[in-house]
C-alpha cells in the first residue's frame, strides 16, 4: 500500500531541466567543447560538484583545473542558472502535476521532494508550490548524492513513512536506482530509452488517476 509519493524537482515537477542543461552547455562552450543533450543525460540528478566533474570528463579537460578554479566555474553555471530561474513562472509547472498532487491530497497520501539541487527551495517558491509538501530534502540537507538512496530514505524518515510504503518519480537514472535501492517503487518519467528498471514509466502526469499508485 502506497502512503507517500516523493518526487524529484528538476524534470518532474517543473522544466528546470532545460535551463540546467542551457547553463552548463554554455560553461562547456565557453571552456572550448561542445556538450549536447545526450550527454546531458549523465548529469540528471548529479550533484553541481560532480556534475562539473562529469562535464570537464566529456571535454577531456578532467586535471586542468585546481579545486578553487572548479569552484569558481560551477559558481558561474549556477549564477547563469539563477539568472533563468528566477523569470520562471507558474505555468513552468509541467502539465497534470497540480492535478496530480491534489489527487494525491485527497486520497491521504503524503508528498515530498527529494532533489540533489540545491536551488530547491527557490524554484518551488517561484512556482508557488512550497506549501504543499509534508517534507522537503534538497541538496542543503544531503551528503551522499544519487544514486545514494540518502535524499529519498531521508524524505520517507521525515514524513514517517516506511520505505517499502513510498513511490518515486524520477526523469534520472541516477534517481531511479537511488529509489530501487532505498527499497521504494520507481516511476520513470520520460523516456524509455534513457531510463532502466524503473516498476513503471510514464511521460507526464496529464490525467494521470490514483490506479498509477497500484502494483501488483
Ligand atoms: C544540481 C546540479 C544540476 C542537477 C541538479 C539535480 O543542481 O547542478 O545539474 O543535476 O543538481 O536535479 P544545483 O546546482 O541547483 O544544486
Ligand atoms: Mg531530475
Redesign the pocket.
Known amino acids: 500500500m502506497i502512503r507517500a509519493c516523493i518526487f524529484?524537482?528538476?524534470?518532474v515537477i517543473v522544466d528546470?531541466?532545460k535551463y540546467?542543461?542551457k547553463?552548463?552547455k554554455r560553461l562547456a562552450n565557453e571552456l572550448g567543447f561542445e556538450f549536447t543533450e545526450e550527454d546531458n543525460e549523465r548529469?540528471?540528478?548529479?550533484?553541481?560538484?560532480?556534475?562539473?566533474e562529469i562535464l570537464l570528463e566529456i571535454g577531456n579537460k578532467k586535471g586542468e583545473y585546481t579545486e578553487d578554479e572548479k569552484l569558481k566555474l560551477?559558481t558561474k553555471?549556477?549564477e547563469w542558472?539563477r539568472e533563468y530561474i528566477t523569470k520562471m513562472e507558474k505555468d513552468e509547472i509541467l502539465p497534470g502535476v497540480e492535478g496530480f498532487l491534489e489527487l494525491l491530497r485527497q486520497n491521504g497520501v503524503k508528498i515530498a521532494i527529494g532533489?540533489?539541487?540545491?536551488?530547491?527551495k527557490t524554484i518551488l517558491e517561484r512556482i508557488g508550490l512550497i506549501d504543499k509538501f509534508d517534507a522537503i530534502v534538497?541538496?542543503t540537507k544531503i551528503t551522499k548524492?544519487?544514486p545514494d538512496p540518502q535524499v529519498f530514505t531521508k524524505a520517507a524518515d521525515e514524513m514517517n513513512e516506511k520505505y517499502e510504503d513510498c513511490v518515486v518519480f524520477e526523469d534520472?537514472q541516477a534517481g531511479i536506482d537511488a529509489a530501487l535501492a532505498a527499497g521504494m517503487k520507481a516511476i520513470a518519467v520520460g523516456k524509455p530509452e534513457n531510463l532502466k528498471n524503473a516498476h513503471k514509466i510514464i511521460s507526464g502526469f496529464k490525467n494521470k488517476d490514483f490506479e498509477l499508485l497500484m502494483f501488483d
Open positions: 524529484d524537482l528538476d524534470g528546470t531541466a540546467h542543461y547553463a552548463w548529469l540528471k540528478g548529479v550533484s553541481r560538484m560532480t556534475s562539473l560551477a553555471k549556477n542558472y532533489s540533489a539541487s540545491k536551488n530547491a534538497d541538496g548524492a544519487k534520472s
